[in-house]
T-cell receptor, first 114, second 113 residues
Framework: AQSVTQLGSHVSVSEGALVLLRCNYS??????LFWYVQYPNQGLQLLLK??????LVKGINGFEAEFKKSETSFHLTKPSAHMSDAAEYFC????????????FGSGTRLQVQP | DSGVTQTPKHLITATGQRVTLRCSPR?????VYWYQQSLDQGLQFLIQ???????AKGNILERFSAQQFPDLHSELNLSSLELGDSALYFC????????????FGPGTRLTVT
């Protein structure tokens, strides 16, 4: 079964620094991959998605992710962190294109220091 | 605002009780998904409905059931509640198209005491 692994349950960066949140997937076929963000006491918001159209995917709020098949990775980056980026980030994969349910990673909590 | 609505926002109930969570999908979306988010299990898929019919089941307990009505809103019924059922329950919706993305509601926080 397809799954995703997020390395690092907590990441802390300084405001203005590069944000790098890691996600690796296990799959024998090109997957459908997503990054969601969850702000405190809120639902999940879609940041970006990979559906095989392009390997570098741009999302909202200045985030982007690169699909690397050779590394089975889909890491999320942002060049310059902002205080408002503090949240929990989830990588997710569609494990079965027939049923389309999302399988989520365990999440990474991003802390942004002033 | 994703366009997906969920009620109630918070629910506190006792063990052994039964509750119903409600979800209205985005306009035009035919698929509804239910997910549970808990500290020990993380985010888990429970069940999916498409245009009124059950399409897929995940880690849903037998004490839990769901349905999708002709107006496409969905309800998740949780019965014989246990302390361990305390969690955030999310509904998401999508169009059955090639895009695959799902849009999430704000969730219902269930506390079982």
């Amino acid at each position: 079964a397809q799954s995703v692994t997020q390395l690092g349950s907590h990441v802390s960066v300084s405001e203005g620094a590069l944000v790098l949140l890691r996600c690796n997937y296990s799959s024998s076929v090109p997957p459908y991959l997503f990054w969601y963000v969850q702000y405190p006491n809120q639902g999940l918001q879609l940041l970006l998605k990979y559906t095989s159209a392009a390997t570098l995917v741009k999302g909202i709020n200045g985030f982007e992710a690169e699909f690397k098949k050779s590394e089975t990775s889909f890491h999320l980056t942002k060049p310059s962190a902002h205080m408002s980026d503090a949240a929990e980030y989830f990588c997710a994969v569609i494990a079965d294109t027939g049923r389309r349910a999302l399988t989520f990673g365990s999440g990474t909590r991003l802390q942004v220091q002033p | 605002d994703s366009g997906v609505t969920q009620t109630p926002k918070h629910l506190i109930t006792a063990t052994g009780q039964r509750v119903t969570l409600r979800c209205s999908p985005r306009s035009g979306d035919l698929s509804v998904y239910w997910y549970q988010q808990s500290l020990d299990q993380g985010l888990q898929f429970l069940i999916q409905y498409y245009n009124g019919e059950e399409r897929a089941k995940g880690n849903i307990l037998e004490r839990f059931s769901a349905q999708q009505f002709p107006d496409l809103h969905s309800e998740l019924n949780l019965s014989s509640l246990e302390l361990g059922d305390s969690a955030l329950y999310f509904c998401a919706s999508s169009r059955q198209s090639s895009s695959y993305e799902q849009y999430f509601g704000p969730g219902t926080r269930l506390t079982v005491t």
